[in-house]
């Protein structure tokens, strides 16, 4: 049955309606029209529907709607706002700023198809808040062995995303 | 001012087209430009082929607008795949125009919008199509500035879209402001149409070609040509911009979820029922074998397909071999003559039957798949007048254009197809067809709405087409010294030519046959062996007598030429450790090709090559303790050449293959863009690996069992070696196919360096621990 649920999604609070074991994924993209998460496997295998959930990576693929209540949903579209709040950034100054990850996935042109590639930043976002300083080694742990799956990238670009993690982490610091 | 060109707009139909695109264009003011005929290749082509089109691909307003703040758009049938080519075609058009390539934008295979069709896998030819464009247009600008400023066009020059001379300028979007320049683009070629039983079932799928030879900048002064311009899309990707093609809404749009067979014969008993208490929007849509659950609210679809699948029966089927039988199964199959055979046959079997010594070995490779992150999806809106619009992520947006005109037995003029990125497709989509098209148009003819198709992964891995699995025999003939002096492979396979759409299929309407046959893919790399015969044998799909066709054979990535280069220079490897001979300085013997010498030696360079034979003296085939070995491969490709160097490590008791490092090389002619090569090459390399080591599609009598990651295992992060990157550029050699052919160079480099660490040559991938400890052993 579909309930009325208040949700606290990139900043803003959020009434959707939706039954309540809804995928997450599903009122984001449908409901909110966010679709910086995308439907890879539809079973926490692939990491391309990745958001943060209180700051933790999830899969929303698999993650109810009902378990976001109460919690705060950062997708990559908020992602700027995340740092810009973090450095205390004017409004100004924030519509201009990209966050760090962002900026470093640009700049090392990571992305080919890209479909991936919101889960990967999502990681990214999450590994750097916990290690600021990641070695080669780190990452490659990070984006491989943390529950519930690899984050899988069938382009390959797995070397321009450890590239873009150093990079982002040197920015992070400055 | 007007000319007769190769494709005057003289004709009536010509007329006809140009009215109407100059309406869609909104063109107002003519100012006709004529290509100068000493520009014109002589071209013999009719104008029929251009009847599907409903862009005229003679007028420059067809293929580009100067806007009157001097920004530029391009329209082009080609699309993005992932590799960085909307930035190439960028650089190309910015090179020959004199502008700066952030002024560009571009407009990518709306079948309604761009002029000239064609593979997106072919970049080469549609970068060519717009650099000419934007040559000629070029010429055309600066003769009209020449009349505007009262200078002669030699005395003029160009920067950044301004014209100047003796003190005065003018900007490109000033000259034609308020105009419409009117210029004719000579072309050849044809437009994408069904042709059943003919090659994959359409034809036309190169497109159209520019034709002339426009002044353009010579290799060696190009200023944007060559140089790291980030790719256009990357920004709206990072930032959550993009609208893919699964981001498409409509007003009263269906969500729909597909319910599949439980085989691959399988036809329906009986189909489950909504509950309607529980599902109060959901409907089932049935046609033949295809069935499915549309909702205006996905995850209802979605839980509602759940039910309807679980209640659901479907007949048995048990026509496949299962992945156990599978090479005993092409071995099986009965073969007439080679439907393809390159090289002279009297010649090889002369020179191998007088050879001093011979060897030879059989080689083979399962199933693979092309593996999107993303399922396939597709919206399609068939209005009661009989038009349809589908939004796609198809490489091939006129080829399936084509298809689902044959389905619809409509013509093509009624379809529209509008082009998204999506998930790299690596070559399933790149002859249109395959992928969630069909099941839409189908559904939404079915409920008058415009419905959206959502493949789920383990639908995507179960019923999308293949790489087919092969055989390959190869015989080499040495003389007294071990060199090879005639060689003769085999190759056996089910066709890699049939992309038809499954929904269809299973729908039982019209879908255009391709032809099954064999498909000799090398680009020979060793012209010292000159007695060669290469024989490639067809065969139907495994379960092609099924209703959904079985398992379809497609093209992917470096398509034929990664299976027959695996056997050509794993033959090579096997040939030089007869011959106890340096693998390297085994292939320097076998060609005077100074491009592949020169990228051989600078990436065994860069690899800190140690010359020496194979196996090291140090090899073993049992033990606990790793032991290390290096392999290597070469491949020309596109007017491109390829070197490959792994260096692994094996415990030979597990069986645990690890790449440790990838060394590779390209030449591709000149490089268009630096560093989108060097990240194609390594992102080349993470999918080369995967397959060298990991990836099988299996499947039982009845059905495709590798339907998810835990079953269909790609390469991780973690298991991404140390990769090196060798490039070279030239100016004397045009442009060659950079992004494609990383990925071939991987398995039998990485094959003969199992072989270098143990002495046992592995014939098959991929090298997974159960069949390196199986082949240690034997």
């Known amino acids: 049955m579909t309930n009325e649920l208040t949700l606290s999604v990139n900043g803003a609070k959020q009434i959707v309606s939706a039954a309540p074991e809804t995928p997450l994924l599903f009122v984001l993209r449908n409901d909110l029209k966010l679709t910086g998460p995308r439907l890879g496997c539809g079973m926490a295998q692939c ?11 999830v899969r929303t693929c698999v993650t109810p709607v009902s378990f976001a209540v109460g919690k705060q949903v950062t997708t990559i579209e908020g992602l700027p706002a995340v740092w810009a709040a973090k450095k205390g950034l004017s409004a100004d100054e924030a519509a201009k700023t990209l966050h760090p990850v962002q900026q470093a996935w640009i700049d090392e042109q990571v992305p080919q198809c890209g479909y991936c590639q919101s889960g990967m930043m999502i990681a990214a976002a999450q590994l750097l808040e916990k290690n600021p300083n990641p070695t080669v080694a780190q990452i490659k742990d990070a984006f491989t062995n943390t529950p519930p799956s690899p984050h899988l990238c069938r382009c390959g670009t797995y070397a321009a995303i450890i590239d873009a993690v150093q990079r982002a982490a040197k920015a992070m610091k400055a | 001012m007007t000319t007769k060109t190769a494709m005057s ?89 004199n502008v700066r390539p952030e002024t ?55 920067i950044d879209g301004v014209v100047s001379g003796s003190g005065k300028s003018i900007s490109y979007g000033q000259l034609v402001e308020g105009q419409h320049l009117e210029l004719k683009i000579p072309v050849t070629g044809e437009i994408a149409k069904a042709a059943p039983g003919n090659w994959v079932g ?157 060897i030879s070995a059989s080689y083979e490779q399962p199933y693979v798949r092309h593996a999107p992150i993303g399922p ?111 060689l003769h492979s085999s190759f056996y396979s089910p066709h890699m030519f049939d992309p038809r759409p499954v929904g269809a299929l299973l729908a039982g309407m019209p879908c255009s046959a391709s032809k099954p046959g064999g498909w000799v893919a090398t680009e020979w790399p060793y012209d010292k062996i000159q007695n060669r015969l290469e024989d490639a044998y067809g065969m139907p799909n495994l379960g092609a007598e099924s209703a959904s066709g079985g398992l379809r054979g497609n093209i992917m990535r470096t398509p034929g030429q990664r299976q027959q280069n695996f056997v050509l220079e794993g033959l090579l490897n096997e040939a030089a450790a007869a011959a106890k001979a340096d693998p390297i300085a085994f292939r320097l013997e076998h060609t005077t090709d100074q491009r592949l010498i020169d990228l051989l030696k600078a990436t065994a360079k860069a690899a800190e090559w140690e010359t020496r034979s194979s196996p090291r003296k140090d090899a073993r085939k049992a033990g606990t303790a790793p032991v290390n070995g290096r392999g290597v491969c070469i491949m ?62 299996t499947f039982d009598k009845s059905r495709v069992t590798s339907t998810n990651w835990d079953r269909y295992k790609i390469l991780t992060m973690e298991e991404m070696p140390e990769i090196r990157i060798v490039t070279l550029s030239r100016d004397d050699k045009d442009f060659g196919g950079g992004s494609e052919g990383a990925n071939a160079v991987c398995p039998p480099a990485v094959a003969a360096a199992l072989f270098d660490a143990t002495g046992i040559q592995a014939r098959r991938i991929p090298l997974t621990p159960s069949y390196v400890t199986a082949l240690l052993k034997s």
């Open chain 2, 376 to 486: 396939f999806v597709a919206v399609a809106d068939v209005r009661k007048d009989g038009g349809v619009t589908v939004w796609t992520h198809s490489a091939q947006s006129q080829g399936l254009r084509a298809r689902i005109a044959y389905m619809l037995r409509t013509t093509p003029e009624q379809v529209v197809v509008r082009w998204l990125d999506h998930s790299g497709q690596y070559g399933r989509t790149t002859f249109g067809g395959d992928g969630a098209e069909c099941d839409a148009v189908i559904l939404s003819q079915l409920t008058a709405k415009p419905v959206r198709v959502q493949w789920t992964l383990q639908e995507d891995m179960a019923w999308s087409s293949v790489s087919p699995a092969w055989v390959a025999d190869i015989q080499a003939g040495l003389d007294a010294n071990g060199r090879v002096i005639a």
């Open chain 2, 9 to 97: 707009g003289d004709s009536p139909l010509a007329t006809m087209l140009t009215r109407r695109g100059f309406v869609k264009m909104g063109g107002t003011l003519f100012v006709s430009f004529a290509v100068p005929t000493e520009y014109l290749a002589q071209t013999a082509e009719g104008e029929d082929s251009l009847r599907s089109n409903q862009l005229d691909p003679t007028l420059l307003a067809s293929w580009m607008e100067i806007r009157s703040d001097n920004t530029i758009v391009m329209r082009t049938g080609r699309t993005e795949t992932g590799t960085g080519m909307s930035g190439y075609y960028t650089q190309a058009i910015a090179e020959e125009l």
């Open chain 1, 47 to 57: 990491g391309s529907c990745s958001v943060l959930l209180d700051g933790e990576e």
């Open chain 2, 202 to 358: 359409v034809v036309g799928l190169d497109g159209l070609k520019v034709t002339g030879e426009p002044p353009m900048r010579p290799l060696n002064q190009c200023k944007v040509l060559g140089t790291s311009f980030p790719v256009p899309s990357i920004p709206d990707k990072v930032t959550g911009k993009t609208q893919w093609s699964c981001d498409v809404t409509l007003p009263g749009m269906l969500h729909a979820r597909m319910i599949r067979p439980a085989t691959l014969g399988s036809t329906p008993i009986s189909v489950g029922e909504v509950d309607k208490k529980q599902f109060p929007t959901a409907q089932i849509v049935k046609k033949g074998n295809l069935v499915a659950v549309v909702s205006p609210n996905e995850w209802e679809a979605i839980s509602a397909a759940r039910a309807i699948t679980a209640a659901t029966k479907w007949t048995d089927w048990a026509g496949l071999p299962g992945s156990e039988n599978l090479t005993k199964t092409l071995r099986a199959y009965k073969l007439d003559a080679p439907p393809e055979s390159r090289g002279k046959a009297a010649d090889a079997l002369a020179a191998l039957a007088k050879a001093s010594k011979k």
């Open chain 2, 104 to 158: 560009i934008s571009l407009i990518m295979g709306d079948t309604d919008k761009t002029p000239d069709g064609g593979y997106s896998a072919g970049f080469l030819s549609g970068m060519a199509n717009v650099r000419k464009v934007a040559a000629y247009t070029h010429q055309a600008l600066l003769k009209h500035a020449a009349t505007q400023l009262e200078i002669p066009a030699e005395n003029l020059t160009v």
């Open chain 2, 636 to 697: 020309i490709r596109e007017n491109a050449y390829w070197v490959g160097i792994a260096e692994i490590s094996v415990v030979p008791d597990t069986g645990m293959v690890q790449v440790t490092k990838f060394t590779i090389g390209c030449e591709p002619g000149k490089i268009i863009n630096p560093r989108q090569l060097g990240l194609c090459m390594k992102s080349g390399v993470v999918m080369g690996l995967s397959e060298a080591l990991k990836e099988e599609v």
